[in-house]
């Protein structure tokens, strides 16, 4: 196989999503004897560790797209003609993806909103569950990978493929993780909206992403709530929380995927615009309870919806089903298999 290069961002404002579900293309590639080149501006060394771990070629970058004019992308593909470019960030605007095709790069473009006015891709990625809704205009020329059937799950979750979740009578084992950033602190409003769950034996673990700005905040909250209540920074490991948790509160971004693959029942919360229609057609498919946007929402109406999920065994059963039916873990696989064929 030939080199993939990949360009994905991560800060607090744009979270750490883009450039997860790219570390597990990444790892789809390698695992199939290619070679990585990763190209990112990310301001969490964690993040930056983290990738380097997988022994990829990291070339960290001071500024980000489309500020910057792009010849360490020019350089890279000097040295390696032919090979695949995978973008992925709303800020490689339609300049940005021809700049690249007229350098000679065979591009994917991984695109969550079709709100461009064009797309230079040779192939186009949404693993949304509605992306076949969107109309990307673009040349007769590209192709498109459409839906959960491609949806990019880090190796870290393949290893419970095939894993049967139980369902309690009564949840007790509560999963948060509200993205990468969270400026808004909606984490810390469900915090609070679960200190007043009354359920007995309940244990609570809230992630906080390596981009998230508060976590001094959250951690001052959580405190006299030891031991019934932890804190996880960073988490490496999200699989094993999943197959933990009795169900999650979630934002609305790519962890849906995950927690459909893990078969975890979940609220979801929606932080930003491309997650809503997620939320809302997980909800109608009976994968998710989407909550709607997280501002206007209290911490009692947080609390309600979260005790109502919890007693509902019948319904988490359904949630758990539904949700492994529709993600198998090979996304990240097929995705590579396409760009090699």
């Given at each position: 196989?030939?080199?993939?290069?990949?360009?994905?961002?991560?800060?607090?404002?744009?979270?750490?999503?883009?450039?997860?579900?790219?570390?597990?293309?990444?790892?789809?590639?390698?695992?199939?004897?290619?070679?990585?080149?990763?190209?990112?501006?990310?301001?969490?060394?964690?993040?930056?560790?983290?990738?380097?771990?997988?022994?990829?070629?990291?070339?960290?970058?001071?500024?980000?797209?489309?500020?910057?004019?792009?010849?360490?992308?020019?350089?890279?593909?000097?040295?390696?003609?032919?090979?695949?470019?995978?973008?992925?960030?709303?800020?490689?605007?339609?300049?940005?993806?021809?700049?690249?095709?007229?350098?000679?790069?065979?591009?994917?473009?991984i695109?969550?909103?079709?709100?461009?006015?064009?797309?230079?891709?040779?192939?186009?990625?949404?693993?949304?569950?509605?992306?076949?809704?969107?109309?990307?205009?673009?040349?007769?020329?590209?192709?498109?990978?459409?839906?959960?059937r491609?949806?990019?799950?880090r190796?870290?979750?393949?290893?419970?493929?095939?894993?049967?979740?139980?369902?309690?009578?009564?949840?007790?084992?509560?999963?948060?993780?509200?993205?990468?950033s969270?400026?808004?602190?909606?984490?810390?409003?469900?915090?609070?909206?679960?200190?007043?769950?009354?359920?007995?034996?309940?244990?609570?673990?809230?992630?906080?992403?390596?981009?998230?700005?508060?976590?001094?905040?959250?951690?001052?909250?959580?405190?006299?709530?030891?031991?019934?209540?932890?804190?996880?920074?960073?988490?490496?490991?999200?699989?094993?929380?999943?197959?933990?948790?009795?169900?999650?509160?979630?934002?609305?971004?790519?962890?849906?995927?995950?927690?459909?693959?893990?078969?975890?029942?979940?609220?979801?919360?929606?932080?930003?615009?491309?997650?809503?229609p997620?939320?809302?057609?997980?909800?109608?498919?009976g994968?998710?309870?989407?909550?709607?946007?997280?501002?206007?929402?209290?911490?009692?109406?947080?609390?309600?919806?979260?005790?109502?999920?919890?007693?509902?065994?019948?319904?988490?059963?359904?949630?758990?089903?539904?949700?492994?039916?529709?993600?198998?873990g090979?996304?990240?696989?097929?995705?590579?298999?396409?760009?090699?064929?």
């Amino acid at each position: 196989m030939k080199t993939l290069i990949i360009r994905a961002d991560a800060d607090k404002d744009m979270g750490t999503g883009h450039l997860l579900r790219c570390l597990a293309l990444g790892q789809a590639w390698k695992d199939a004897g290619g070679e990585i080149l990763f190209l990112t501006r990310c301001t969490h060394e964690n993040l930056l560790r983290r990738i380097g771990g997988e022994r990829f070629r990291v070339f960290p970058l001071t500024e980000s797209a489309p500020s910057f004019d792009a010849r360490e992308e020019e350089s890279l593909l000097g040295r390696h003609p032919g090979s695949w470019f995978v973008l992925d960030g709303y800020h490689f605007d339609s300049s940005f993806q021809r700049r690249l095709k007229t350098m000679g790069a065979r591009l994917l473009v991984i695109d969550d909103m079709a709100d461009l006015p064009f797309y230079h891709a040779d192939l186009v990625l949404n693993q949304n569950i509605h992306a076949a809704d969107l109309s990307y205009p673009c040349g007769p020329e590209t192709r498109f990978l459409r839906g959960p059937r491609y949806a990019l799950l880090r190796r870290e979750f393949l290893g419970w493929k095939g894993w049967k979740r139980e369902i309690p009578e009564r949840a007790r084992r509560i999963l948060v993780t509200l993205g990468g950033s969270d400026p808004h602190n909606a984490t810390l409003k469900v915090i609070r909206a679960l200190k007043g769950i009354d359920l007995p034996g309940l244990e609570v673990s809230v992630v906080v992403g390596a981009t998230n700005p508060n976590r001094e905040e959250i951690g001052k909250e959580m405190a006299p709530l030891a031991p019934a209540f932890r804190l996880l920074n960073a988490v490496e490991d999200m699989g094993r929380w999943m197959a933990w948790a009795d169900m999650a509160i979630s934002a609305g971004g790519s962890t849906v995927w995950e927690m459909a693959f893990m078969g975890l029942p979940n609220l979801v919360l929606v932080l930003a615009e491309n997650q809503f229609p997620i939320a809302e057609r997980m909800g109608q498919e009976g994968i998710s309870l989407p909550l709607g946007w997280a501002d206007p929402l209290s911490s009692d109406e947080v609390e309600a919806a979260a005790r109502r999920l919890a007693l509902s065994p019948g319904k988490r059963r359904e949630m758990a089903e539904r949700g492994r039916g529709l993600v198998d873990g090979l996304g990240a696989g097929r995705v590579a298999a396409e760009l090699e064929q």
